[in-house]
C-alpha cells in the first residue's frame, strides 16, 4: 500500500460500480457505502487488485481511514479494515468474533445492547450512534459508526455493514463549546448593565432573552415582550432598528448616545447603547442609563445662568490665567491661591484652562482641594479666549468608592474563603482563598452549585433546615464539614448571608468561611488529654467518673445489675523503687493492655492512681460473669513479664461492689469496692473480695482510713492552708499559720480532726509533717522566717534530744512556738530550757471571753507567765470584737483567728496580702 499518500486516480463512478457489483457475490454484500476518507490509491494499484467484487470491496476498505466493518447478523465482527490498529491499537485478528459492545465504556454499554445497535438499521436501512470506544491501551475515544443492513432478496437480514470514525477532537470541541455557552449564560445574566437580546429569524428581529439588570430596569415587566419584533418595539425610535440591523450585518459594535421612553415603565432616559454581535444570528444591546448624568449637566448649565445662586464654586478664567469672575461660594478657594495681593492659580487650573480654550472641548476633571475632592466641569465660552469652572464637592462619593475598592481588596487577601452565587445559587465569584482552602480554582467552580463541597457527613434534614433559617432570617451560621478537590474532608466554621435588590428580591448569597481543622484537632487532643492517662491511654478518674455515673443511670433505668472493681497492684512500690521508674511504667502500660484483654467492648478498665485500676461492667446477668473476670485478670497478670531485661512477677488484689445490692449511688460503689479491696489485700495479695455489710464496720472504716492516708501521703494528698497572723495594734500582717489539709480525690477535704489522730497513731504524722514542712519552705523560700510549732506532749517524750535538736536549728535562724499551751502536761521547769520564741494561747481558753471569768483568768496567768519566760503572745481562735478587745487591753496584739481570716489557700492569701488593709473587712 505503497500509494497512500498520492493522489488517488479512483473516480467516482468506479467506486460506485464496485459497490453494485459488491452486491451480487456469494457473501450478499449490498453495497459499500462508505467514502475513502482521504487516502490516496495508485491507478496501477487499483488496476491490479479490482479483479472481482468481493476483492475491491476489501481493497477500497483497507484503504480509507475510517473503521469498516462486517458484522453478522447478532452483530459479532466478521471482518473489520487494518485502519482498526491505527484507530483502536487491536490487530484484525483481536476484533474480529467480538461484539462492538465488547469495547464500549461501560456507561455505554448501560445504555445500548445488541437489539439498540441494530433495530434501527434493520427499520431504516441506516443506523447511525455516538459512543465511547476503549483502545487497547485502556484509554477511551469517542467513535461515530454508520450501520447499514445487508439483505437478501426477500428482505432478510445476513449481514450489517459498519464504518467508524474518530470524532474525539469534535466531542471536545462540543463540549468546550457547551462550557463555554454556561460561562456566557453566567456572566451575561449578572452583567451589572441591562442587556436585551435580539435574534434575526428571518427578515425580523425578534426579542429572546435579557439578564437580572433589564429586569430591574424594566421592574420586573421585561418578560412580557418576549417574542415581540423590534420593528414594533421600537416603533417611536426606528433609529434603534437601523444600528440593530448595522451591528448584524457588519458583525460589527456598535456606541450610540440615545434617548427615548422605556416602554416597560413609561420613564424617560438618556441611554449609551452598545450594540454586539453575537454568532451566528443574535444582537445584544447593553444599555447604561445617563439620565442623571445628563440631568447634572443641564443644572450645571442652568446654574451657569445664576452663579451667585449656585451652591458649589463657580469662576470664570482668561486665557491668561487671571480669575474673572467668582461666586462667593469660591471664595475659599480662591483665598487659598492668594499670594498677596494676587491669585497665583495651581499649574492644574491652568493645564485645565490651555487645554479647554484650545481644543474647545469641555472637560471634566478632579481636584483634591484642601482634603476634599472636586469634580470640575470646565467649559469654553463661546468666541472668547475663557472658561468657567463648575465645581461639585464629591469628597463623600470618593469615600464610597474608596470603600468599595478596600472591600474588593479585601475579598482578594483575606485568609476567609469567600463565595458569591446568584439567585438560583450558582457560583458567580470565589476568592482567592477559597482556591487555597479547597483546592477548587475559579475556572473549576464559577457556574456550578456550592453543593460540589458536600462531604456526605450531613443529612438531608441539615440542610433542609439551614436553608429554612436562611430563607427566615437572611443568615445562617455553624460548623459543617465539606469535601476539598482531593477528596478530603474538613470542617470549616461557615457563615451564609442573603443580599436582596432593591425589590426585596434575592440577589446573591455571601458565604464566608474558614478552615476549623488544626483547631478541632487541638480541641480533640485536649479532650482526650483531658480524660485520658498520658502513660497507659486508659480513661483517668474523671472520664471514669463520668462513665461510671453513666453505667449506674443505666442500670436503673433498665433494672440490671452492673459491677465496680477496684484493682491495686500488690509489690507494685517495691519493683518500682527496685529498678527505677521507667521499668515501673512499663509494667503499668503492660497491666492496662492485660486488663483491656480480660472486658467486653462496653465495659471501661480506667487508671485512676499510680498502681491503682478501675473497671466498670456495665451489664452483668450474674455474679459468676464478675468471677470470671476476675479469673481472667488473674491467669493474665500471674504470667511473668519481661521489661527492661528483668523478668517480673505481679499479682493484683481486686475489690467488688455490686449495684444495687452493695450501693444505689455512685459515693456508695466508690466507697465499699475499696473497702473490699483493702480486705482482699490484708489476704495477702493476688485475691478478689466482694464486699459484705460486715465489712463497713468501725474497724473496717477506720482501717480503710489509715490505708487511704498512707496512699494519701504516696499520691500527695496534702495541701497546705495558711492563716494569717496580725498585729492588732496597725492591722498588719506579722505573719502566718501553716495549716495541712487532706484532699480526698473522692471525699473531698477531711479535716484534721479526722485524720490527725489516725496519722499519730500510726506513725504517719511525720511524714505529713515533713510535706506540710517542705511545701511551707517551697512557699515561704526564705527559712529564717520560719516558726516551728511544737505541741506540749510532744516536747516532753524526748526532753533531752528533742532540745540538742531545736537548739541547732535554732543556730540556723530557725524559730519555735509552743503550740496549744495549757491543754498538755508539760512541765514549767523543763519548759524553761528549750529555745523557745512564741507561746500560743489555746482557742479553748478564748472561746469564752470575755463574759467567762475562769477563762480571763486562766488567759491573764498565761500572758504573765509568757512574759516572765520571755515569750511573745499569739491569741489563736480569736473571732469576736469582745476577744480582740480582752488581749488588747492586756497588752497583747498578734491576733490569729476567724475575726481577721480563715485558712487560706497560697493563692486567696496572695489576694489577701494585696488589700489596702489586711485586717478586719
Not at 451575561?188 to 429569524?201: C, G, V
Request: proline share 3%.
Amino acid at each position: 500500500m505503497t500509494g497512500k499518500n498520492k493522489k488517488s486516480d479512483l473516480n467516482t463512478d468506479e467506486i460506485k460500480h464496485t459497490v453494485s457489483s459488491a452486491g451480487k457475490n456469494s457473501d450478499g454484500l449490498n453495497g459499500l457505502f462508505l467514502n475513502s476518507g482521504g487516502k490516496n490509491i495508485k491507478s496501477t494499484t487499483v488496476k491490479r487488485e479490482l479483479k472481482t467484487p468481493e476483492s475491491r470491496y476489501r481493497f477500497i476498505s483497507e484503504h480509507m481511514l475510517d473503521l469498516v466493518g462486517l458484522h453478522d447478523s447478532s452483530g459479532l465482527y466478521q471482518y473489520v479494515s487494518s485502519s482498526v490498529t491505527d484507530i483502536l491499537g487491536y490487530t484484525p485478528d483481536e476484533v474480529i468474533g467480538k461484539s462492538p459492545l465488547d469495547f464500549f465504556h461501560p456507561e455505554d454499554r448501560i445504555k445500548n445492547n445488541r437489539d439498540s445497535i441494530y433495530a434501527s438499521a434493520n427499520l431504516t436501512d441506516e443506523s447511525r450512534m455516538q459512543n465511547r470506544v476503549r483502545k487497547k491501551d485502556g484509554t477511551y475515544i469517542w467513535l461515530e459508526t454508520l450501520i447499514r443492513p445487508i439483505k437478501d432478496d426477500n428482505g432478510n437480514i445476513l449481514q450489517f455493514q459498519s464504518s467508524s470514525r474518530d470524532i474525539s477532537e469534535r466531542k471536545s470541541a462540543e463540549e468546550k463549546m457547551i462550557e463555554s455557552e454556561m460561562m456566557y449564560r453566567t456572566h451575561y445574566k449578572n452583567f451589572p448593565l441591562p442587556a436585551f437580546t435580539w435574534t434575526k429569524t428571518g427578515s425580523e428581529f425578534i426579542f429572546t432573552d435579557y439578564n437580572d439588570a433589564a429586569f430591574r430596569l424594566t421592574r420586573g415587566k421585561v418578560s412580557t415582550y418576549l417574542g415581540q419584533n423590534a420593528v414594533e418595539f421600537y416603533s417611536d425610535n426606528p433609529s434603534v432598528v437601523d444600528r440593530m440591523v448595522r451591528c448584524f450585518e457588519d458583525k460589527s459594535v456598535i456606541t450610540a448616545e440615545e434617548s427615548y421612553r422605556i416602554k416597560s415603565t413609561g420613564d424617560y432616559k438618556f441611554i449609551i447603547s452598545s450594540y454586539v454581535y453575537v454568532p451566528p444570528s443574535m444582537v445584544t444591546i447593553h444599555t447604561e442609563d445617563i439620565t442623571e448624568k445628563k440631568l447634572r449637566e443641564e443644572e450645571i448649565r442652568s446654574l451657569a445662568k445664576f452663579p451667585e445662586d449656585n451652591p458649589n464654586p463657580v469662576f470664570r478664567v482668561r486665557s491668561d490665567n487671571v480669575v474673572i469672575y467668582s461666586n462667593t461660594a469660591s471664595k475659599w478657594l480662591l483665598d487659598s491661591w492668594k499670594s498677596g495681593d494676587s491669585c497665583h492659580l495651581p499649574d492644574y487650573i491652568s493645564d485645565a484652562v490651555k487645554y479647554v480654550i484650545t481644543f474647545n472641548q469641555t472637560l471634566t476633571i478632579d481636584f483634591d482641594i484642601k482634603n476634599r475632592v472636586f469634580n470640575f466641569t470646565v467649559t469654553p465660552i463661546s468666541g472668547m479666549n475663557e472658561v468657567y469652572f463648575y465645581g461639585l464637592d464629591i469628597t463623600e462619593k470618593k469615600m464610597a468608592e474608596e470603600e468599595l475598592l478596600l472591600v474588593g481588596r479585601v475579598f482578594e487577601t483575606t485568609t476567609e474563603g469567600i463565595v458569591v452565587t446568584d439567585s438560583e445559587n450558582r457560583i458567580i465569584r470565589v476568592n482567592p482563598a477559597f482556591t487555597a482552602i479547597t483546592g477548587y480554582s475559579s475556572d473549576d467552580v464559577v457556574g456550578k452549585n456550592p453543593k460540589i463541597l458536600k462531604s456526605e457527613r450531613h443529612d438531608e434534614v441539615f440542610y433542609r433546615e439551614m436553608w429554612r433559617t436562611i430563607t427566615e432570617k437572611g443568615v445562617w451560621e455553624g460548623e459543617i464539614w465539606n469535601r476539598r478537590k482531593n477528596g478530603e474532608t474538613y470542617p470549616e466554621w461557615l457563615s451564609i448571608n442573603l443580599i436582596k435588590d432593591e425589590m426585596k428580591r434575592v440577589k446573591n448569597y455571601v458565604s464566608v468561611f474558614r478552615d476549623i481543622s488544626d483547631i478541632k484537632n487541638s480541641e480533640q487532643k485536649i479532650e482526650y488529654q483531658a480524660y485520658h492517662d498520658p502513660l497507659t491511654g486508659l480513661p483517668n478518674r474523671s472520664l471514669f467518673s463520668d462513665r461510671l455515673a453513666l453505667a449506674v443511670n443505666q442500670a436503673v433505668r433498665e433494672k440490671n445489675q452492673m459491677a465496680l472493681l477496684y484493682i491495686d497492684l500488690d509489690r507494685f512500690k517495691v519493683i518500682n523503687d527496685s529498678l527505677g521508674h521507667i521499668t515501673g511504667d512499663y509494667l503499668l502500660q503492660h497491666v492496662a493492655l492485660k486488663l483491656n484483654e480480660c472486658v467486653r467492648d462496653g465495659d471501661t478498665v480506667a487508671r485512676v492512681g499510680g498502681d491503682e485500676f478501675v473497671i466498670i461492667l456495665s451489664h452483668i446477668d450474674e455474679i459468676n460473669d464478675v468471677v470470671r473476670v476476675c479469673g481472667r485478670i488473674s491467669e493474665k497478670l500471674n504470667l511473668p513479664v519481661v521489661i527492661e531485661g528483668h523478668e517480673l512477677f505481679i499479682s493484683a488484689s481486686i475489690g467488688i461492689s455490686i449495684f444495687p445490692d452493695d450501693g444505689a449511688t455512685v459515693a456508695e460503689l466508690h466507697k465499699n469496692a475499696d473497702i473490699a479491696m483493702y480486705h482482699a489485700k490484708e489476704l495477702g495479695g493476688g485475691e478478689y473480695q466482694f464486699f459484705s455489710v460486715e465489712m463497713n464496720s468501725e474497724v473496717d472504716v477506720r482501717f480503710m482510713l489509715e490505708l487511704q492516708l498512707r496512699r494519701a501521703i504516696e499520691q500527695d494528698q496534702f495541701d497546705v492552708f495558711f492563716q494569717p497572723i496580725v498585729d492588732s495594734r496597725t492591722g498588719i500582717t506579722a505573719g502566718f499559720e501553716a495549716l495541712s489539709r487532706w484532699i480526698h480525690p473522692e471525699l473531698g477535704v477531711i479535716p484534721p480532726s479526722t485524720f490527725i489522730p489516725v496519722a499519730e497513731e500510726t506513725g504517719h504524722i511525720v511524714q505529713i509533717n515533713e510535706l506540710v514542712l517542705k511545701k511551707s519552705c517551697l512557699k515561704c523560700k526564705d527559712p529564717g522566717n520560719l516558726i516551728i510549732e511544737i505541741t506540749e506532749d510532744s516536747i516532753m517524750q524526748n526532753v533531752d534530744e528533742i532540745n540538742v535538736i531545736m537548739k541547732e536549728l535554732k543556730n540556723k535562724g530557725i524559730r519555735f512556738s509552743i503550740d496549744d499551751f495549757g491543754t498538755g502536761y508539760s512541765s514549767l521547769s523543763y519548759l524553761k530550757k528549750f529555745p523557745l520564741d512564741n507561746l500560743k494561747i489555746d482557742r479553748s481558753f478564748i472561746i469564752d471571753l470575755p463574759d467567762d471569768n475562769d477563762s480571763k483568768t486562766l488567759a491573764k496567768t498565761i500572758i504573765v507567765l509568757a512574759r516572765e519566760l520571755g515569750l511573745k503572745i499569739i491569741a489563736e481562735g480569736v473571732e469576736k470584737q469582745e476577744q480582740l478587745d480582752f488581749f488588747t487591753q492586756n497588752g497583747e496584739y498578734l491576733i490569729q483567728g476567724y475575726y481577721y481570716s480563715r485558712p487560706l489557700a497560697f493563692k486567696d492569701l496572695m489576694i489577701f496580702l494585696q488589700k489596702p488593709e489586711s485586717a478586719h473587712s
